[in-house]
């Protein structure tokens, strides 16, 4: 958490987000259990900073979008990510964070980390899917 609060007040390394997902995924492929949302935020919020340094825009604004759009797509709920968002950096950015999070949703597939999770309408279409009935 101490790489998530450089993000939102600090400053970051370019390339930290990058090891954080390769780490996650290395270990939670080798088969060890941890934490999957405390890596979520900061992957986020570092690849938010980076993004937002890139577009040339606040990146602690960047880093709180990113904890919130990176939420979304692993939990693959969108209101959940945004009542999220609103509590831990305010309303005042819920319009850009409402943004990131529908990009977010509609890219990030009908899976998510809680398996008892079921999609059953598509993101993009009124077409009853119900992928997850199978």
Avoid: R, W
Avoid at 7 to 28: C, E, G, H, R, S
Avoid at 60 to 88: K, Q, Y
């Amino acid at each position: 958490m101490d790489v998530v609060e450089s993000a939102l007040y600090d400053q970051v390394l370019p390339y930290d987000f990058f090891l954080k997902a390769l780490f996650t995924a290395i270990t939670i492929g080798c088969g060890f259990k941890g934490g999957e949302i405390v890596p979520t935020f900061v992957i986020g919020s570092t690849l938010g900073y980076v993004l937002a340094m890139l577009l040339s825009f606040d990146p602690h604004l960047g880093a709180a979008i990113g904890i919130v759009g990176m939420f979304c797509c692993v939990i693959n709920s969108p209101l959940t990510s945004l009542m999220l968002g609103a509590e831990m950096f305010g309303i005042e950015y819920l319009t850009a964070m409402a943004i990131v999070v529908a990009f977010c949703y509609v890219l990030s597939g009908y899976f998510s980390l809680y398996q008892a999770q079921k999609i059953v309408y598509s993101k993009t279409s009124v077409e009853f899917i119900n992928q997850n009935a199978k």
